[in-house]
């Protein structure tokens, strides 16, 4: 294949209610305008933010004794 350049989608984000996973993935759309050697800095970072995310919701309330 040519070195032409591949046509870029682009996909509407759909809030998810979570300011912290939508700020977290709002990320993604800088990764058209770095290089990709600079990808991996980005996705680490989203995944790191996105876990601690996730976690926070698996926690218990503040204040709970009963876990």
Avoid: C, N
Wanted: aromatic share 0%; no cysteine.
């Amino acid at each position: 294949m040519p070195d032409a350049e591949m046509p870029v989608e682009t996909v509407e984000r759909v809030a998810t209610g979570h300011d912290e996973i939508d700020d977290a993935m709002r990320r993604l759309d800088d990764l058209d305008s770095l290089p990709v050697d600079q990808h991996g800095e980005i996705l680490d970072e989203l995944h790191g933010r996105l876990r601690d995310a996730l976690a926070a919701a698996a926690a218990p309330p503040s204040g709970r004794s009963d876990v």
